[in-house]
């Protein structure tokens, strides 16, 4: 039994060496009992002067309050991605992250471990990143930094609602107050943010985007404002995001998941103007147009206290909510449309047509993934399609699985209806073109319906006329 836990034991200290973070185990009265290497470089430290020894002797500066080893073998609960800076035996400066789990046997807690990783190797690496960036705008400022590749042309809609919504884009862009944009993933907020960049009075300046939910959260912040030499081991002065985008336009996507307590900085910056890099006492003024994103409703993450209500009200100067594809399903075929003369192109394919049952599905389907998932099905489609025609077999399998549900529901609302519809739209528009002479501008008017909505129905129902 006793060669069979001391093999145990040598198998679990081979398996934790082998591991590529750093791993410090203690007991219950704070004494390290494992330590791997890895530990041992992020701090700074040889093992044998750690290993054996209580955690005070080996770090110094740690108290019980600031020690997190020490506060989950106190709490019994674990402590996850949190910041620790302290100084080591030798009085060398060290941050890491470290996720800190106590070790219970049974119902007893006997110590605890901690999984750390080189937060000062992390905020190098985002800051090469700053670098590149920042060497980008030194090659040319004009070239390089209007990185905006769409206009508001590019967001696709025959909705009257949509195109309302562009045309009030295209008049609130020339104003520098904030903006904040709602939308579920997938209704192309990134696209109509860099429209409006497009049509502002900053076209010619830098479009940053930054995804914040992209970011560990301890280093979102050196990103956005900068870092100052000295405020950590490494640390040299470098320009952040906002220093970056200084006459141009900062895009904070999914802006929930930034901290609360960054919140309140970003804040600061839309009221005053100035910001502040890490480690710093000096305020550096720019010249910022900020506009965020959210993909989860303001009043929700206001009542999960995701978002702060006074940055909300901040950022609620000018508020734009993307509608979901199955809240305009007149886009859908149209969009549909679009999109196979777009891969018919780049697949040097030829498909025009599209089966009514698929056509029927299309429309009925909710579509949770939006225009993305929409545009991603029919890329699937146009591939594996072998005619000149999609049908409902070229869908991708997931959706395959979707069409006895749509068409339980049709059954259940009954087919004829539709067609009843069908046929009196097909009627009134017959009606109108008569009474406006084949006047496609009139005839819309008179149908209050848009332009355009109606050309692609005139298309749908093949009534030929002119202008």
């Given at each position: 039994m006793v060669q069979l836990t001391a093999l145990t034991q040598e198998v679990l200290t081979a398996i934790l060496k082998s591991i590529d973070e750093g791993i410090h185990v203690v007991n219950i009265d704070g004494k390290t009992i494992f330590y791997n290497e890895v530990a041992a470089r992020h701090d700074g430290m040889e093992v044998n002067e750690v290993l054996g020894k209580h955690l005070f002797e080996a770090f110094p500066s740690l108290t019980k309050e600031s020690s997190t080893l020490l506060k989950v073998i106190k709490s019994g609960k674990p402590i996850f991605n949190q910041t620790q800076e302290y100084v080591n035996l030798h009085g060398s400066r060290i941050d890491t992250i470290n996720t800190t789990l106590p070790i219970f046997v049974g119902e007893e807690i006997i110590g605890a471990v901690e999984i750390a990783k080189d937060y000062s190797r992390m905020k190098i690496l985002s800051e090469r990143l700053l670098d590149l960036q920042r060497g980008l705008n030194k090659t040319g400022r004009k070239k390089t930094t209007r990185q905006v590749n769409y206009t508001l042309n590019d967001l696709k809609t025959i909705h009257p609602l949509f195109l309302k919504l562009k045309d009030e884009a295209r008049k609130l862009a020339k104003s520098d107050s904030p903006i904040l944009v709602y939308g579920e993933s997938g209704t192309g907020k990134e696209l109509f943010v860099q429209g409006i960049h497009h049509e502002s009075l900053r076209t010619n300046g830098a479009f940053i985007a930054q995804n914040c939910a992209a970011i560990p959260e301890t280093l979102l912040e050196s990103i956005l404002f900068g870092t100052s030499k000295g405020s950590y081991t490494g640390a040299v002065d470098?320009?952040?995001?906002?220093?970056?985008?200084?006459?141009?336009?900062?895009?904070?996507?999914?802006?929930?998941?930034?901290?609360?307590?960054?919140?309140?900085?970003?804040?600061?910056?839309?009221?005053?103007?100035?910001?502040?890099?890490?480690?710093?006492s000096e305020n550096i003024l720019v010249n910022v147009r900020v506009i965020a994103a959210m993909n989860v409703h303001p009043s929700k993450a206001l009542q999960n206290q995701n978002l702060r209500s006074d940055l909300y009200y901040r950022l609620n100067v000018f508020t734009f909510s993307l509608l979901p594809l199955r809240e305009r399903k007149e886009d859908i075929l149209f969009l549909t449309e679009y999109f196979l003369k777009e891969f018919n192109k780049k697949l040097h394919k030829n498909i025009h047509q599209l089966d009514p049952e698929l056509e029927l599905f299309l429309e009925e389907y909710p579509w949770p993934g939006n225009v993305r998932e929409l545009k991603h099905t029919l890329e699937y489609m146009m591939n594996v399609c072998e005619g000149s025609s999609l049908t409902c077999t070229d869908l991708p399998f997931m959706l395959q699985q979707q069409?006895?549900?749509?068409?339980?529901?049709?059954?259940?609302?009954?087919?004829?209806?539709?067609?009843?519809?069908?046929?009196?739209?097909?009627?009134?528009?017959?009606?109108?073109?008569?009474?406006?002479?084949?006047?496609?501008?009139?005839?819309?008017?008179?149908?209050?319906?848009?332009?355009?909505?109606?050309?692609?129905?005139?298309?749908?129902?093949a009534i030929e006329c002119a202008e």
């Open positions: 470098r320009k952040g995001l906002f220093e970056l985008a200084d006459g141009g336009t900062l895009f904070l996507d999914e802006l929930h998941t930034m901290p609360i307590e960054l919140q309140a900085k970003l804040l600061r910056v839309l009221e005053d103007g100035m910001v502040r890099r890490v480690g710093s069409r006895p549900v749509i068409k339980k529901v049709e059954n259940k609302e009954c087919m004829s209806l539709r067609k009843n519809i069908d046929d009196l739209e097909k009627r009134l528009i017959i009606d109108a073109m008569n009474q406006c002479n084949g006047n496609v501008k009139h005839a819309a008017k008179l149908l209050e319906i848009p332009r355009q909505t109606l050309q692609y129905k005139l298309k749908k129902v």
